[in-house]
């Protein structure tokens, strides 16, 4: 049926539902309201339906000509955010892919200050945990989980991973823990807050124990687990328990004090967050200035 209907049809139609004026539609668009009226009825006539009513001198959609209005507001606005990154002007659109857990609590609060200092920049984050969607090289940047190779990305270091238990001053207080003191086989009996490995490589509270030179005897069972890291690191953060803090990821709530370290043993797991750049293509001066930014606060 598209083939039928000229396209120019839907945009006159969502102009005249944005409105519920054929004059005020084709002022807009620059024709007449006549012509308005025309593709108006010509696109009744190739879906065999009513769109508009009339009552008085005011328009009404009918609930077909709603359900059609949603539907083609949609379709323009995504073919709108499609052609941005061919916008002239000097406008230029940047991809950076990242994690869940690095986007949550690392790359937002970064790129909200590179967007702050740079106008004319647009930053698209794509936000996954699929290992080939982080490593396409449709993105312009991306922050990999990696020992910092990658075949068609240059890696620079970013942060390492440094597994520590960390729990929030809420959570220590009314259990009347003593953080530096307190041992592995302690933290292991108390309300421990996990997360799903995706990733062969990552730790969660049952390798990290493991891994310790006299691992605790009683069995790991933590009272909470969640589908991502960051969600266990905001349910840490609201005092629900203790769970694994990645020190560079929670650099800032470790600062603040809004999380605390647990003991004094730490796990380095020889993985860290990288941040790449395209082997086999130039960056553009946006995704220069970008990955200059994000270098600058390590």
Known sequence: ML????LEAFRVYDAACRFMNFSR???ELH???AAVSRRIQGLEAQLGAKLFTRRGRNLALTSEGERLAQRVRATLEYLEESLEPFRGGGFETISIAASGSVSHLWLAKRLKDFDNGNPPVSVRLLTTDTPSELASEAN???ILYSTGEHPRWNLTPLMKEVLVPVASPGFIQR???NPALIRPDEIARLDLIDYERFNAHWISFRQW???LAIPPKARIAPRLSFSTYSLAVDAALRGEGITLGSTGLIADELASGTLIE???HRLDTGYGYHLGTPRYRSLTPGAIRLHQHLLSGI
Do not use: E, H, K, S
Not at 3 to 6: E, M, S, T
């Open 3 to 6: 083939d039928r209907i000229p």
């Open 25 to 27: 539609a084709g002022r």
């Open 31 to 33: 024709i007449t309201q």
């Open 140 to 142: 312009d940047l991306v």
């Open 175 to 177: 259990n009347g823990l």
């Open 209 to 211: 124990f493991a891994r």
């Open 262 to 264: 647990l003991g004094t």
